[in-house]
């Protein structure tokens, strides 16, 4: 349209500043939701799993993982939609692919988010029950029952916390105190 614009002197400027503004919202809200909400936790999760382990690689690929991607999408989109023009959004309704990549974003960064869970949540409970040989460990039994079964639950309450409107300070400072006193009773 701005071409156009250049082009024929006659052509109605508002109009592509309409168009504009009518497409920042939803696209936006696409952008924004995978690459701050799917793409950003994917690349903290290597980054940050590679950095606590003392590795230097851990902030070069989250830079990498977060960047690349980044800017490859916003130049091959800005390509695609100058070569296709107005009609590139009735065409990505149409076919579906809207839905399709959400949908996708949104199972990767649950992935993500699991995994995370599963490995930078370390919950142990030292207890034991019997005597001598016979002495069987309280998280021996938990993790037969199903690995990494304390993070998950404890995620799934903080979870369910944010999602009943707890303040996330109020969450952390709960936290800090089952920890403390749970170290303090010897649970922990």
């Known amino acids: ?76 989109f800005t390509r695609w939609g100058y070569v296709l023009g107005t009609g590139v959004l009735q065409r990505i309704q149409k076919s579906g692919m809207m839905e399709s990549l959400t949908y996708g974003a949104s199972i990767i960064g649950l992935m993500v988010v699991g995994a995370m869970t599963a490995s930078m949540i370390d919950i142990t409970i030292p207890l034991s029950f019997g005597a001598g040989e016979a002495k069987t460990q309280v998280q021996d039994i938990i993790n037969d029952i199903l690995p990494c079964m304390l993070p998950l639950v404890s995620f799934g309450i903080v979870y369910w916390l944010l999602g009943r409107k707890v303040k996330p300070l109020s969450i952390i400072g709960g936290m800090a105190l089952v920890g403390i006193l749970g170290s303090w009773i010897g649970l922990f």
């Open 1 to 76: 349209m701005e071409e156009k614009n250049s082009q024929q002197k006659n052509m109605d400027a508002t109009a592509i500043d309409n168009v504009k503004a009518s497409l920042m919202g939803p696209l936006a809200g696409l952008g924004d939701s995978f690459f701050w909400g799917t793409l950003r936790l994917i690349a903290t999760g290597i980054g940050t799993s590679l950095a606590l382990k003392g590795n230097i690689l851990g902030p070069i690929l989250f830079l990498l993982v977060f960047n690349v991607p980044h800017i490859l999408v916003r130049w091959c």
